[in-house]
């Protein structure tokens, strides 16, 4: 029995040192304003969740520290507080490219991955439209593996698995989202608030992380 606490300790640990905090609770330090005209006012809460305002179109922040490119695991949770667009738009890199992962667009409840083949999150086949509330909080989470790209929303409200051969095929919608890589958050006419944003590195392959074909 002790050598089984003993593991199970060691196990805990590696996990709590594994994973990284990307907000800190207390300010934006390490990310910057995206480089978008009317940008909405972004900024961190007393109880360190951020707060990104209304702007004109998309107002987001972009990550300012180093960030692996493969190999990770991302959750974050995210609330629309006002309008009716998506109030998460999370920009991630996957080798030497990068997609959005697109939470409550085109009108309050679209979900999907911008853009694979050119085609952006309303017109590929991850695409799924849900009701989406406002003032309550989601659980998203993102796990990038070679070839493979795995989304969860509130465990199973939204999923999505993408398997890709050639990482030139993924890609970002033109525009301001751009401003928001390598990694960042968006939002579209919409106030959002973000909090307990993390990224866990892979060290070790699980069979759904390998494109299916390989299996």
């Known amino acids: ?22 907000f ?47 190999n ?19 920009t ?8 959005t992962v697109i939470i409550g667009g085109w009108g309050g409840g679209l979900c999907g991955i911008s853009s694979f083949d050119g085609m952006d999150a309303a017109n590929n086949m991850w695409a799924e439209g849900l009701t989406l509330d406002n003032n309550r909080w989601y659980k998203l989470k993102v796990r990038v593996t ?3 790209i795995q989304i969860s929303l509130n465990k199973d409200l939204y999923t999505a698995r993408m398997e890709f051969d050639d990482y030139k095929r993924l890609s970002l919608r033109f525009g301001d989202i751009e401003e928001t890589a390598p990694l960042g958050l968006a939002t579209y006419e919409t106030k959002a608030l973000w909090r307990n944003f993390t ?17």
């Not at 029995?1 to 990307?22: D, E, G, N, Y």
């Not at 995206?34 to 990104?52: P, Q, R, S, Y």
Request: hydrophobic share 40%; charged share 25%; aromatic share 8%.
């Open 1 to 22: 029995m002790k050598a089984i606490l003993t593991i199970l300790a060691a196990m805990l640990s590696f996990s709590l040192h594994a994973q990284t905090a990307l």
């Open 24 to 70: 800190n609770g207390k300010d934006l330090t390490g990310w910057k304003r995206a480089h978008i005209i009317d940008n909405g006012e972004i900024k961190a809460l007393k109880d360190g969740t951020i707060e990104c305002g209304v702007g004109k179109s998309i107002s987001g922040i972009a990550y300012t520290n180093d960030f692996p490119t493969m």
């Open 72 to 90: 990770y695991e991302l959750s974050l949770e995210g609330m629309r507080k006002e309008g009716c667009d998506f109030f998460i738009a999370l």
């Open 92 to 99: 991630i890199p996957v080798e030497k490219s990068f997609c």
């Open 146 to 148: 070679p070839g493979v």
């Open 199 to 215: 990224m866990t590195k892979i060290t070790k392959l699980l069979p759904t992380d390998k494109p299916f074909e390989e299996e």
